[in-house]
């Protein structure tokens, strides 16, 4: 009897997507094999973040890096930064920030996982009206709305990497840099493209969060924090363990400081939000493999899939569509269609992207199905849409 069967588990298929709550995607036997490798030793863990930015500051440009247990760890960890620096005792206080606690964003792009930016201590001040967005208007955000949000009272700018997101982060850099306040940037699934991993950096934010579980290929509960050194230093002063005697505490040259710490802070609001060693591992080793491979070989990688997927249903409907990650759109008569054909898959223990079904649209995504899953994919989807009686 397997694990699985033993616990009394059996696996779904996943063609919405490496969401968290079908527990992401599929990790590849190198990644494995990594993290079984470092499973089996124990490591100085200063060390081996360190090891963690050098890896995520040559993949990023970025000054410094560190490892994190998601992108919502990454978000908390980020903004705890902002809000103390390199002060221990302003980390010591936190959630309770000191003077300098909000974090100004447009109000478009509030979203749930923002809350992380709170639970750290900070509070959101948001800017702009989304008239684009109600149907009232064409009006958002303004950089100059930015601006004069921007008091004695902020920490950060928050600014939320969307191809639509308004105002453009170079806008926002501007205006924030001038007011002498940090950029924090959530980027969680904002790859592929490759070049996202040095573009937000490049066009001046402080720090970047991306998720390591998404397209990077690594651990579910992995995330990236990349950026500035003392904001990154900082970041990881507030997760790590750090119970151990004043005078053996050495920062690492990868995260080195301008003058020594007045002294060390207690464990931080982020120490839930650390990595452990296979998980530190397998993010590195996914990253290498992701920037290796490149975009164009992973987009024919995923095209194929899709036309597995196709085949398999019988027939080739849909549209794969272009982009940085192609995707398989089905579409039904209406939303009332798609959800009897989405509430079908979903009995058969298959799981499809909702994102579009308001508009009568299924989508499925490729990145978290095994080369096992496509055949039965395809014929789950032949079978939902007949059974839902919505003719393809």
């Known amino acids: 009897m397997s694990a699985l069967e033993a616990l009394g588990l059996a696996p779904v298929i996943n063609a919405a997507g490496t969401v968290t709550r079908l527990s992401g995607g599929i990790l590849a036997p190198e990644v494995v094999a990594a993290m079984a490798e470092a499973s089996a030793a124990c490591f100085d863990m200063l060390e081996l973040q360190a090891a963690a930015s050098r890896a995520i500051s040559a993949a990023t440009g970025a000054e410094a890096g560190i490892a994190t247990g998601g992108a919502s760890a990454a978000l908390l960890l980020g903004a705890a930064a902002c809000l103390a620096g390199l002060d221990p005792a302003a980390m010591n206080a936190l959630p309770a920030a000191g003077p300098r606690r909000d974090f100004v964003m447009s109000r478009s792009q509030r979203n749930m996982y923002d809350r992380a930016l709170e639970v750290a201590g900070g509070r959101i001040v948001e800017v702009g ?76 934010a402080d720090l970047v969060a991306f998720s390591g579980g998404k397209a990077i290929g690594g651990p579910q509960a992995s995330g990236i924090l990349a950026g ?154 032949a079978a939902a849409f007949a059974s839902a009686a919505n003719p393809l």
Do not use: Y
Request: proline fraction near 9%; charged fraction near 20%; aromatic fraction near 4%.
């Open 129 to 204: 009206i989304p008239d684009r967005f109600s149907g009232a208007g064409v009006r958002d955000a303004s950089a100059g709305e930015i601006a004069a949000a921007i008091g004695p009272g902020t920490a950060a700018v928050f600014w939320v990497a969307q191809p639509w997101s308004e105002p453009s982060l170079a806008e926002v850099v501007r205006v924030a840099h001038a007011a002498g306040v940090p950029v924090l940037v959530d980027a969680a699934a904002q790859l592929p493209p490759i070049a996202h991993l040095r573009g937000f950096l490049e066009a001046g």
């Open 228 to 381: 500035r050194r003392p904001l990154v230093a900082s970041a990881l002063l507030q997760m790590l363990d750090l119970d151990l005697p004043e005078s053996q505490f050495r920062l690492p040259p990868e995260f080195a400081l301008n003058s020594p710490l007045p002294f060390l802070p207690r464990h931080g609001i982020g120490r839930s939000a650390k990595a452990g060693k296979e998980e530190v591992v397998g993010l590195l080793v996914a990253l290498r493999r992701f920037v290796a491979e490149g975009d164009a070989p992973r987009q024919a990688r995923m095209r194929a899939r899709l036309r597995a997927v196709q085949a398999a249903m019988g027939a080739t409907p849909g549209e794969i569509t272009a982009g940085p990650t192609p995707l398989l759109l089905l579409r039904c008569a209406d939303a009332a269609a798609a959800a009897r054909v989405e509430a079908a898959l979903r009995a058969r223990r298959v799981h499809v992207n909702q994102g579009r079904m308001r508009e009568g649209v299924l989508v499925v995504h490729p990145a978290a199905l095994a080369e096992g899953d496509l055949v039965p994919l395809g014929q789950a989807l």
